[in-house]
């Protein structure tokens, strides 16, 4: 896929951990930081900063044990992963940025602005995953143990997650760099199960006592989610009442990618505010 804002893919070191990134150069003092959902990757985000209009920095790292980022044996809860996404700010010598986080990344945004406020210019959190309904969470985990090896790069592509609802392009691009060759001609996931199955589980402890988020904010839904409710956007209104939010028409779990211009637009409209 040609992109006409191409990003740019970077080494970082965050601690211990060796850590991909896209970047896409812009104004270090307006930049933003996208935390891409669990099982995922950084080029969750490529179509949204095609679409967007923002000339900030955009920076997303793929998390550990995700992409091309380095999978340790250990590490794999909330709290690591806040850690390593200060450590990638860090390495980029960026003192505050806005947080966009999408399912688990959402959470991972409302973790980093409620424990480190200092850091955090505002927040986007699109399609959380607290609480996840327990038959969802139930799918989830056996998708983890039972389609993460596939006899064919066209048996992969097929067995993406959450993608009813995304233009074949962007299916093609994400499944180009989602999957890792294996012997005898199979494909497999480009994350680690043990990932997976421990920040799963770090994220089904609730987060509600530990937000306390004071930045600008967005909390959206993808207005045909099962995984995020309207009832759980209206309890994250009565923790944070100065967030804007609102179900992102023409999405499900995964707005950013289900419907890539609006999600654009509507980061254009607010980011802008963020910086005053």
Known sequence: MMFQRPAQSRRLQAGNLSVHALDWPGDDSRAVLLLHPKRGNARHWDFMVEHSRWRGRFVAPDLRGHGLSDWPADGHDVNQYVRDALGVMDALALQRCVIVGAATGGNLALLLASKHPDRVAGIVVADAGIEVPPAIAAQVSHEIEHSYDFPSFAAAKAAIHFSDLWPEALRDHYA???????????????????????????????????????????????????????????????????????????????PAQDNAPAFAALLDDFLPGCFR
């Not at 937000?211 to 909390?219: K, N, Q």
């Not at 099962?226 to 309890?235: G, K, M, N, P, W």
């Open 176 to 254: 180009e760099h989602s999957f890792r060759p294996q012997p005898g001609g199979r494909w497999s996931w480009a994350y680690d199960r043990a990932a997976a199955r421990g920040i799963g589980g770090s994220i089904n402890v609730p987060i509600w006592g530990q937000i306390a988020v004071r930045c600008p904010a967005i909390m959206l839904r993808g207005a045909r989610s099962e995984v995020f409710t309207q009832a759980h956007l209206d309890r994250l209104k009565q923790i944070i009442p100065q967030a804007q939010t609102l179900s992102l028409p023409g999405s499900d779990h995964m």
